[in-house]
């Protein structure tokens, strides 16, 4: 369901992996690519550190979007971690959307340390596609 | 459905005798018409208790965890599934539990049934071949086993044990392979429907746990609705907490669940459970090639992983 | 004792009438099961049941309440307590086992030293139109527990199915009043001879009565027999048990908060999960099925006695029914008293 709430705008967490995509992000803002500063960021050592639970508890606490980014696959840091977590929001992704909330709330990228430009259009993306969705209304904690 | 009451007796009597397990688990009469109950045999006397019939439905797995003493265990297909994610999850030592394997045709669903009866209480019952005939106050009605099955038992693609010490009766014709139908319909209808149906649902749930407790994977020592730092979800049946509840042991089970059905027998409000498990089931078999509880060898999906693993639901920018 | 007649075609403009006055709690049908809960209107209320598979007890005593919710500022606490609830309520065609529960609550929640104020705003003049058994099931086993199909204590008014009638004994002054406005006709002598015929059937048909005279003098010299192992074997520590037992009452608090401010939240517990006696030591009293399955046993049949004077149990049968591994305290009690 589409609304547009005059004013709004929407929240988005992003799990940033260390090494890659929070450094990607820090690229991107040092080089001044102008990105919406919808997104909050939260660093973590790497994708696979991301457990489920993380996504679900920003979306019952009010975030409107969630975005998980890690290193392209075969740069992870720690070796497999990307992988492992690849697997993981294959299945995770499918089960939300198959529960019924919107496609575009939850989505995974890879962005690496010298993606700079690229972490800046990722977001834009997003935060694009989630205020097309509205306030999140699923899964809200009231 | 074979009687192989007598014949398992004989297997267990024998095997306690010849002390090769000390303890045998099995299923016996239960204290009501169509069921039938766990039961612990520790000798040769005990074991003519045993017995094997269209109710015999629980998943025996659930006992072998952490187990001092060297077990025997009764195991449908589905039942094997079970213990062989348990030995690969290393919470039963392979040499430590023999399997009785037996060849199952779908146990019966009690609960139907007795719908079906509404007020007429079935008081006795007796099995013959493929029938059953149930009897009550002033009431007899014969029905086919074949058309009461439990829904796991009839989409089930492995009747007959995934592993097994010992064989008793004979292996049965499998089905095709479950193709999942039932997803694929669930998953054309739009989504705000698919929400509706699954709140409604979790709406049923009255935060008993019978679910995860019947459940032979679901074995930690600290289930997450327990944890309290974090707390991840609250213990009310508010909806968002329950819904959250049922996705999330459903994502825990991911490449884990059998489809023995447990859950859904164990809960007493009829809550569809396995819904939400299918669903990750036949994703698990579409992205990974796999399967619970049919190989020994092949590592679970979430421990391993392929440099070349499906991609397409990742953000293209 | 009084006894009135009610055609069942007229039991939902008389459910309407009570709409006006009470909040009605009665049992429904949800898909195949049947549950108590609000209604709203007469025609909502399914009677040709046996067993609701929750009890009542979850309309004085809910899975999870709010006792208080609390905001802060930098200065101060705001904590707002739940109105109590206002209007009288009544509970319509429930069996004399779960009215012997409320009974029994009543003496949890309500006495000389504790008066809980959330239980007593649901429970205060609350009037209980009950409605006998005439077609006992099998797993019931209310007689062998101080109670029966047709037991009056804690009504108001009992109903008895005589076909398209109702019997309505008259059991209180509160019952009477109720039936101020219905102008219902006598039971005449036929009637009564029916509804006669009807009970001494369903007594009838009940199983035989369970030997457990003596129990609690045994269970309080069998804390420590080894018949505790093999009893409770099967178990599987889920909470199915008391969840649907309608005289559990154990409860756990907690606080859920949310940014500056939260509720305070008390939940069912079960004495069957493993944290129930968890403590913060990491010390744990109860650490398998066994301790927990004997707890549930001499909770229920001895310390209660010793506690409030009462069995925690009516013999409902729900325990029975749907215990995921049929494990069946009728045969629990009876092994206790054999031994």
């Known amino acids: ?142 | 459905m074979p009687d192989l009451s007598a014949k398992i007796r004989e297997v267990v009597q024998k095997m306690l005798r010849e002390q090769e397990v000390e303890l045998v688990i099995g299923f016996e009469q239960g204290s009501m018409p169509l069921h039938s109950t766990p039961c612990f045999i520790r000798n040769e006397e005990d074991a003519q208790r045993l017995v094997w019939n269209s109710f015999c439905d629980n998943n025996l797995a659930k006992y072998l965890v952490k187990r001092p003493e060297k077990v025997a265990i009764v195991a449908k297909g589905c039942d094997t599934r079970a213990i062989v994610e348990l030995i690969k999850e290393k919470q039963v030592p392979r040499d430590q539990v023999v399997i009785i394997g037996i060849p199952c045709q779908g146990m019966v669903d009690r609960r139907r049934i007795e719908a079906e009866l509404e007020l007429n209480e079935i008081l006795e019952y007796e099995e013959q071949d493929n029938k059953l005939t149930l009897k009550g106050d002033g009431f007899t009605k014969t029905v086919n086993r074949d058309e009461y099955l439990y829904p796991c038992c009839q989409a089930c693609p492995h009747k007959n044990p995934t592993t097994y010490d010992i064989l008793i009766g004979d292996m049965v014709a499998e089905q095709a392979p479950d193709q999942y139908p039932d997803i694929a319909e669930f998953e054309a209808k739009p989504p705000e429907e698919r929400w509706q149906y699954i709140s409604g649902e979790v709406n049923k749930c009255i935060r008993c746990y019978a679910c995860r407790n019947a459940c032979p994977l679901c074995y930690c020592k600290e289930c997450f609705v327990d944890k309290t730092h974090p707390q991840w979800i609250g213990k009310t049946t508010d909806t968002n907490d329950t819904f959250i509840f049922h996705l999330m042991r459903a994502f825990h089970l991911a490449g884990r669940c059998v489809e023995c059905g447990a859950c859904e027998r164990a809960c007493p409000m009829e809550v569809d459970i396995r819904k939400l498990n299918r669903k990750l089931a036949a994703d698990v078999k579409e992205l990974f090639g796999y399967e619970a509880g049919t190989s020994l060898d092949q590592i679970a999906p979430l421990a391993t992983f392929r440099p070349d693993d499906p991609e397409e639901f990742m953000l293209g920018v | 004792m009084k006894a009135k007649v009610i055609k069942k075609d007229d039991i939902a403009g008389f459910l309407d009438s009570l709409l006006k006055e009470y909040e009605v709690f009665a049992p429904v049908k949800r898909d195949r099961l049947v549950v108590f809960d609000r209604i709203h209107s007469g025609k909502e209320a399914f009677l040709n049941y046996t067993t609701s598979i929750t009890s009542p007890k979850e309309i004085l005593l809910p899975q999870s309440e709010t006792l208080f919710t609390y905001s802060s500022t930098d200065s101060a606490a705001d904590v707002e307590v739940p109105s109590g609830e206002e209007r009288p309520r009544l509970i319509f065609g429930i069996h004399p086992c779960d009215v012997k529960s409320l009974i029994f609550l009543d003496r949890i929640f309500n006495e000389e030293e504790y008066k809980d104020a959330y239980y007593l705003g649901r429970r205060h003049a609350m009037v209980v139109v009950s409605m006998g058994c005439i077609k006992p099931r099998a797993t019931c086993f209310c007689t062998s527990v101080g109670g029966g199909p047709f037991s009056t204590e804690g009504s108001d008014l009992l109903l008895i199915d005589i076909g398209d009638e109702y019997i309505v004994q008259v059991i209180s002054d509160k019952g009477e009043k109720l039936l101020g406005k219905a102008h219902l006709e006598d039971a005449g002598e036929d009637r009564l001879s029916l509804m006669k015929r009807v009970t001494q059937d369903a007594e009838a048909s009940m199983a035989p009565k369970l030997n457990i005279d003596g129990l609690k003098e045994k269970l309080d010299k069998m804390f420590d027999d080894p018949i505790w192992d093999l009893l409770a074997e099967k178990c599987i520590s889920c909470g199915v048990c008391t969840y649907l037992c309608p005289t559990c009452y154990c409860f756990d608090i907690v606080d859920e908060t949310r940014n500056s401010g939260g509720e305070r939240l008390r939940l069912w517990d079960s004495c069957q999960f493993p944290l129930f006696t968890l403590q913060a030591s990491g010390e744990n009293p109860r650490p398998t099925t066994k301790e927990r399955y004997r707890q549930r046993i001499m909770h229920k049949f001895s310390y209660l006695i010793d506690n409030c004077g009462q069995i925690g149990c009516v013999g409902c049968g729900r325990c029975v029914t749907e215990c995921p591994v049929n494990l069946d305290i009728r045969q629990v009690l009876t092994a206790i008293s054999n031994r």
Not at chain 1, 21 to 34: E, I, K, M, W
């Open chain 1, 1 to 142: 369901m589409k609304t547009e709430v005059s004013g709004w705008e929407p929240k988005i967490v992003a799990f940033l992996c260390n090494w890659c995509s929070y450094a990607g992000a820090d690229l991107a803002g040092v080089s001044r690519f102008q990105y919406p500063a919808n997104v909050r960021v939260i660093r973590v050592p790497c994708s696979g550190r991301i457990n489920p639970f993380f996504i679900l508890a920003c979306l019952q606490h009010g975030a409107d979007g969630v975005l998980v980014s890690g290193c392209h696959p075969g740069d992870c840091h720690y070796l497999s971690g990307n992988y492992s977590a690849r697997r993981k929001f294959a299945l995770l992704k499918r089960l939300l959307e198959y529960a019924g909330l919107e496609k575009g709330r939850v989505e995974f990228s890879w962005v690496s340390a010298s993606e700079g430009g690229r972490f800046a259009e990722v977001i834009a993306k997003v935060t694009e596609m989630v205020k097309a969705l509205g306030p999140a209304r699923k899964l809200v904690k009231k």
